[in-house]
Nanobody, 120 residues
């Protein structure tokens, strides 16, 4: 059973930085496609950043140049470095893991979510 546990959220002033971490257990991990999503109050969940072996890293336009996604396969961890934070970055952030099924598709798993609040 795949489980994802996020950490590193909190409260920060605009222009500050935070680093989110997600530890994944129960999967091979090195073959997984990983991502961070976020959902603000009253908004739909949106994709923030992804990382995999085929396409590398990709970012939403709203965070490009400010956020960096990375992974450490030895620690089964995916991180999201967030710099130059803005109030509009305030949201619950979710770690996402796509586990290959060996047939060209994947099983999807989500973390519980972690709050990030940016004040002006």
């Amino acid at each position: 059973q795949v489980q994802l546990v996020e950490s590193g959220g909190g409260f920060v002033q605009a222009g500050g930085s935070l680093t989110l971490s997600c530890i994944v257990s129960g999967s091979i991990f090195s073959q997984d496609a990983l991502a961070w999503y976020r959902q603000a109050p009253g908004e739909k969940r949106e994709l923030v950043a992804t990382i995999n072996d085929v396409f590398g890293t990709r970012y939403a336009d709203s965070v490009q140049g400010r956020f960096t996604i990375s992974r450490d396969n030895t620690k089964s961890m995916v991180n999201l470095q967030m710099n130059g934070l803005k109030p509009e970055d305030t949201a619950v952030y979710y770690c996402h893991d796509a586990v290959p099924d060996g047939f060209g598709s994947a099983y999807e798993f989500w973390g519980q979510g972690i709050q990030v609040t940016v004040s002006s």
